[in-house]
């Protein structure tokens, strides 16, 4: 067992629990299948961060087969889980971790609807209220990117660097969001297909109504500072 | 701990299991993700009302936590809950009770196929029987609101009033339903949010067949007065 | 209690049971919400069925708040359940019952995508072999018909007399489904959910190949006489 | 019971306990409803495959009423199961294990999506990552085949042979898939029905974006070779 301390491996412990457990929200909103989707968590107060292993089937994820990585995507050897590999999308959460560093949690899902905007390379717009709340404006689309080096990161960092939205739709692959830490990118996660979702099937209808900029902006503004019990959405 | 003397004390007892039990219906429904909507409910024979805080966990929603508000939407203090903020709707539910003496409760999702419909700003055409029985002729639209003033309450008040239905779909936000109380209201919304995927995925393959008004006046009439062990349906 | 001898009692009490528990497959196969939907069954060898009460909850269905009815749908007085209401299709089930003696179950829902079938008034073209097999061509449309006398009855006799198919899609309404027996009819219902979402969807996509009608004779054939472990499908 | 040594009849044992839970993987995902779909394994080291009886509900799987057959779909005489009629799809799972000694597992559904491609006799072109890692480019159709003789099979092997795809949409039918066991070919099950309904919704909404072959290629290899705790995908 390596050691970073004991403030740091109480930490990590506790991340280990949150990251296995988060990933039980992803099935249950119905955004992955089969061993497909990864949530990773940065350890407060380290260059480090939890991630999933790859291709294990959700039903076997528990916290001492999630895998400790440094910032470069390296698995820390003699840690539990060390024995696995780590889900190939590791480089491209290390990626974002290393460039924002405001950001303390990534998701990665290939969720219906927000891929299905993404295979046609479309940003979703905003025209319904809960996605000014959550989003502050349109979903972005990040650049087609093919995984295996710093591709598939760099594109999620353009796209939502100074973007309000913590959810970006990389081209012909799917939704990766972000957040304050492991929790919120989940948010982020069911919220992107939730209005993926509700904004496809509106406009399979007719003509959708444009929000106004003024509406949208009053709306994210006070989401972030009055919703819930304590302030939500857009990292500051 | 305030008191409002014993009746008023064990219908607020009643209410708070009744709100916390319900929300659980909006999400075996597949109404609602992460902490979206919200369900209230009248104190009977008190200018109260019962409602869920804001951006707690369906999971975590009990009888103990649920806020007790006036008319005007202030939190009554000292009681169970009133630590935490209620809904951010509390002031539209509050201005539905004000101003619409027969509602016993008030539901928000944002259920997606309502939503859809509300983001076209386009009324639901009553063209199946069970929308008729229910609704009494199409679901409305209610002009668009920002949330944080009245206007979404008035909104809500001016849609509904002398409608047969009890369910508006709020322009680019979604469903509101009221309800001779909670249940009712939750009824309304699990039915709003069925009609809205039926006639879309109708209106998607082909021309829908109109209902006759006499056959949708004839059904209306029947269902608030036969339908159930007990009459149903529209306010009196 | 009134007495129809032991025999027939034996059957009533097992028909309560069998009704009771096949309500719980129409939630498990999503072909309902809230109260909505009914299923009735024969009593063999008596003019009696058992059916449903009217908008109770599908938690709260018990062998015991079945509803024993003549063919006349008349509940049959001092019986379990005899205190309420039956189903408000109570007169279309026995209708059928005592227009087709070979039919032992009737199912009546508004399953989301029969009933947009329905709202088109248009027939479910026979393009995938589950529906040969099930259906032996495409499913018929019934008239449009007004609840409270006898008219639904009649356009589901009317529709499905000497057709192969066990589902008729009411027009504006949703489908009703018969069956040798009770059983067989809620299957016939998930099927035919089934059929309408898959050709639903595949029309959206584009053009449909039709079946040759050889194609569907030879495997409605094969069905009836070959598949499971005891003949299936059309009554004889 | 027959005897076909020790080491045969432990894999037998050991086969049966997974094609019976492997079963439920098809329900867990909405991929079949009723008693349609089945699944088949091959067993190691005989020319034996265990499969599901014809027509039982889902709930009374059980390892002991799987079905021992020889590669001509003859079910093996005094074993577990043998008083039952196989699948009725048992002949074209015996002619895929005939013809295909790669193959160690096969699975049909008539999963909603894949069948609607299907019905138009359509391929899925391959616009997302998760089809090209999957399936190494598009789904290809399988011509129309009556079931009753070996049409059904001839037509999966002629689709499948010197394809990358482990998945075929026979025309009109719905889906088989093949995997090196049994659970890699549910894994494709659920797979192809994942990437059938992805694409459907994508299309739906505006023009795909190609994904260039070059990348089509790469992200296969990979897939292969990299991505889980060992290789995946394509037989070899």
Same mark, same amino acid.
């Given at each position: 067992?390596?050691?970073?301390?004991?403030?740091?491996?109480?930490?990590? +412990?506790?991340?280990?629990?949150?990251?296995?457990?988060?990933?039980?929200?992803?099935?249950?909103?119905?955004l992955?299948?089969?061993? $497909?989707?990864?949530?990773?968590?940065?350890?407060?107060? +380290?260059?480090?961060?939890?991630?999933?292993?790859?291709?294990?089937?959700?039903?076997?994820? $528990? %916290?001492?087969?999630?895998?400790?990585?440094d910032?470069?995507?390296?698995?820390?050897?003699?840690?539990?889980?060390?024995?696995?590999?780590?889900?190939?999308?590791?480089?491209?959460?290390?990626?974002?971790?290393?460039?924002?560093?405001e950001?303390?949690?990534?998701?990665?899902?290939?969720?219906?609807?927000?891929?299905?905007?993404?295979?046609?390379?479309?940003?979703?717009?905003?025209?319904? /209220?809960?996605?000014?709340?959550?989003?502050?404006?349109?979903?972005?689309?990040? /650049?087609? $990117?093919?995984?295996?080096?710093?591709?598939?990161?760099?594109?999620?960092?353009?796209?939502? /660097?100074?973007?309000?939205?913590?959810?970006?739709?990389?081209?012909n692959?799917? %939704?990766?969001?972000?957040?304050?830490?492991?929790?919120?990118?989940?948010?982020?996660?069911?919220?992107?297909?939730?209005?993926?979702?509700?904004?496809?099937?509106?406009?399979?209808?007719?003509?959708?109504?444009?929000?106004?900029?003024?509406?949208?902006d009053?709306?994210?503004?006070?989401?972030?500072?009055?919703?819930?019990? +304590?302030?939500?959405?857009?990292?500051?």
């Open positions: 067992m390596s050691s970073f301390g004991p403030r740091v491996e109480v930490a990590v +412990a506790r991340l280990r629990d949150d990251i296995a457990r988060l990933h039980s929200e992803l099935t249950r909103n119905g992955v299948v089969w061993t $497909a989707g990864n949530v990773s968590g940065r350890v407060p107060g +380290a260059d480090l961060f939890v991630i999933k292993p790859s291709g294990v089937d959700y039903a076997d994820l $528990a %916290p001492e087969n999630m895998i400790l990585c910032l470069d995507g390296n698995v820390i050897p003699d840690t539990p889980g060390s024995d696995r590999s780590p889900s190939s999308d590791t480089a491209a959460h290390a990626y974002v971790y290393r460039h924002m560093p950001v303390g949690g990534v998701v990665h899902t290939h969720s219906t609807y927000a891929t299905a905007w993404a295979a046609r390379g479309e940003a979703i717009p905003c025209v319904i /209220t809960a996605m000014a709340d959550e989003f502050g404006g349109p979903v972005p689309v990040g /650049t087609f $990117a093919i995984i295996g080096d710093d591709t598939i990161g760099r594109g999620i960092v353009d796209a939502l /660097t100074g973007h309000r939205s913590r959810a970006v739709l990389m081209q692959h799917g %939704p990766f969001t972000i957040g304050k830490d492991a929790r919120d990118a989940v948010k982020a996660a069911v919220m992107v297909e939730d209005v993926a979702r509700t904004v496809h099937i509106a406009r399979q209808g007719g003509e959708l109504i444009p929000l106004p900029q003024a509406a949208i009053s709306l994210f503004n006070r989401y972030q500072n009055v919703y819930g019990q +304590a302030p939500q959405g857009a990292l500051k």
